[in-house]
């Protein structure tokens, strides 16, 4: 069971968690979301259907070009193919943050 500080958001595919900082944690209203998603771009799509606000920095193509996406930890991600795994972290960020 997830603490309450998580939104939850079901649709087919893998469960993976995704955390906001920056103008994404603004315009998502929220830290983290819960989401399920097979691939990069469903996951992109999910989060623009979940959190409206986050629409004009998301696009057919992928995150506008002020925002990056790390995944785990471990890599930058764009493209939209990317596979998801069960459990996997993508923190979502403005480009600027931390310097």
Known sequence: ?????????RTLGTTMYVEFLGIPRERAGVSELEVQADTLGQLLRALATRCP???????AEGLHPSIAANLNGDAFVTD???PLTHGDRLLILSADVGG
């Open 53 to 59: 606000a986050l629409g004009d920095l998301i696009s």
């Open 1 to 9: 069971m997830l603490s309450s500080r998580y939104a939850r958001h």
């Open 80 to 82: 939209l193919a990317t």
